[in-house]
């Protein structure tokens, strides 16, 4: 059983369009992750919900709009895509806000042309 | 400004040799330690983690040395084997919402 999913695992697109990718997680966690990897391999947090509660959200550009339907799901939806966004997005989850293993999706390798 | 500092960024080590990962942090409000291991097309993965009341932790081959003083903490690889070649990423967080701040990672090989 996959413990953090994510769709789509490839994304490829346009600059200026918008597009969402998918996370849920079947772990029962309270608290959950976006992450960006660029291409020199440097992770940064990008948001943390807690309980569908948006709790951190580091300077990312509004372009980015984080949405947790439920504890089990947060989506990512990137508007008006540009190439610099063009990253792999982590999605993570963790038992709650305190010290705890993050649990890592397989990434969705975004590539805006 | 980089708030945790991860060196060596690629390191080669010999099958059966120890492979040091080192890291150094600012913020003195860090108090959770963890590193991650990553294989490619992979998500990171909890490998061990430290809390600053001790100085070292030992799981398996694996162990995390501590230094407060001198807000560093490092990584040590017994008996290193081809199959922990992978990135390594140490991290920081303080009690913020579990806020993992990732260095910069370091790429292992491990040749047979």
């Known amino acids: 059983d996959t413990a953090v999913s994510q769709t789509p695992k490839y994304l490829v697109t346009q600059m200026g369009n918008d597009k969402s990718i998918k996370c849920e997680q079947n772990l029962g966690h309270d608290t959950m992750y976006w992450y960006k990897q660029d291409s020199k391999k440097f992770l940064k947090i990008m948001f943390s919900?807690?309980?569908?509660?948006?709790?951190i959200n580091e300077t990312v550009p509004n372009r980015f709009s984080p949405k947790s339907p439920d504890k089990a799901h947060l989506n990512l939806h990137i508007n008006s895509l540009e190439l610099g966004d063009s990253a792999v997005y982590f999605c993570a989850s963790s038992l709650n806000t305190a010290y705890n293993e993050q649990f890592f999706g397989p990434g969705t390798r975004l590539t805006v042309l | 400004q980089q708030q945790v500092k991860q060196s060596p960024q690629s390191l080669i080590v010999q099958k059966g040799g120890i492979s040091i990962i080192n890291c150094a942090y600012e913020n003195t409000a860090f108090d959770y330690f963890p590193w991650y291991q990553q294989f490619p097309g992979k998500g990171p993965a909890l490998l061990i983690a430290i809390r600053p009341d001790v100085s070292e932790k030992k799981e398996g081959r694996f162990t995390i040395s501590f230094n407060k003083s001198a807000k560093q903490f490092s990584l040590h690889i017994m008996d290193s084997q081809p199959g922990d070649s992978a990135t390594y990423f140490c991290a920081a967080s303080n009690n913020a919402g579990n806020m993992l701040t990732f260095g910069g990672g370091t790429r292992l090989m491990v040749k047979p």
């Open positions: 919900y807690n309980n569908k509660e948006l709790i």
